[in-house]
């Protein structure tokens, strides 16, 4: 048995394989497995995102015919150990941000769109 406990939050994605390549290439997480175009599991430390694409049962219709859809701004937190170069880098590899790096007392944050446009926090700590 796992001793490190894990905390699952669920995606809603456009695209599983696109979703599954942008984590696992630009952000350090592993692929615990995949099912696209409906499902991807993948995990970095004690934390595991759920992909849910179309078709899968977490994209199914609620009961007032409203359907979930990627973005808001609920979101994970990225530990980095420097943030302007992480930027840096992602950025040359084409990824699109909803802003720039914002400083306060505890750290320095920025939030990175995935592919599907829901977003991740990556944080420095001051």
């Not at 409203?66 to 930027?87: H, L, M, Y």
């Amino acid at each position: 048995m796992n001793s490190e406990p894990t905390v699952s939050v669920r995606y809603m994605t456009l695209d599983v394989e696109k979703s599954v390549e942008f984590y696992v290439s630009h952000l350090g997480f592993e692929l615990e497995w995949k099912q696209p175009p409906a499902f991807g599991a993948i995990k970095l430390g004690a934390l595991r995102i759920l992909l849910s694409g179309p078709g899968s049962s977490g994209a199914k219709p609620m009961p007032d015919g409203s359907t979930p859809i990627p973005g808001g701004w609920n979101r994970i937190q990225v530990f980095v150990d420097d943030i302007a170069e992480k930027v840096q880098v992602l950025r040359a590899a084409g990824c699109q941000f909803r802003g720039e790096i914002v400083k306060g007392v505890g750290g320095s944050q920025i939030i990175l769109d995935d592919p599907s446009g829901n977003p991740i926090e990556l944080w420095q700590s001051a």
